[in-house]
């Protein structure tokens, strides 16, 4: 870590906590050298991680896919996004990694996944799990029926 200031490598760290909402950690760090302070985040990486569809076929994981996933199965049509559903969107992907990152793991189901997305849609916007739980499930109504009994 080299100080923006003074080039300095004598940077020493005063503060640090994770972000609320982000799957970032957060450092204030103090020049030793100039006396500067500044700010670094450190996002959580999770390229290595594999996915195990339910087919059994593995891909690596992608944030921006998951992201997707969440938005576009969570999205009401029925009336335009104002921002807070890609920000719902975006708090739900963050969570999402942060569990996966709990769990210390090398792969994962993609079902493993989803149940985190229920689980968390469930407490954060129990309406957007409505429409996730039935963009998923489609026509599959008696199952959609069970997975509800489930959640609420
Ligand atoms: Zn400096």
Known sequence: M???FCNSTQVAVVN???TKKDSQI????????????????EKIDLSHLIIIKKS?????????????????STIDKKNAD???MSELAEEVTNKVEQDIV???????QSVEITEMVLKILGKRAPDA???F??????????????????YF
């Open 2 to 4: 080299y100080c923006p």
């Open 16 to 18: 640090s906590r994770a």
């Open 26 to 41: 957060w450092r204030r760090r103090k020049c030793l050298i100039c006396n500067e302070v500044f700010t670094t985040y």
């Open 56 to 72: 059994g076929r593995k891909e690596r994981f992608i944030r921006a896919k998951l992201y997707a996933g969440i938005y576009g």
């Open 82 to 84: 104002k921002g807070e």
């Open 102 to 108: 709990a769990l210390k793991r090398k792969k994962i």
């Open 129 to 131: 799990l409505l429409r």
């Open 133 to 150: 739980l039935a963009y998923r499930e489609g026509e599959n109504k008696k199952r959609l029926g069970n997975l509800l009994d489930k």
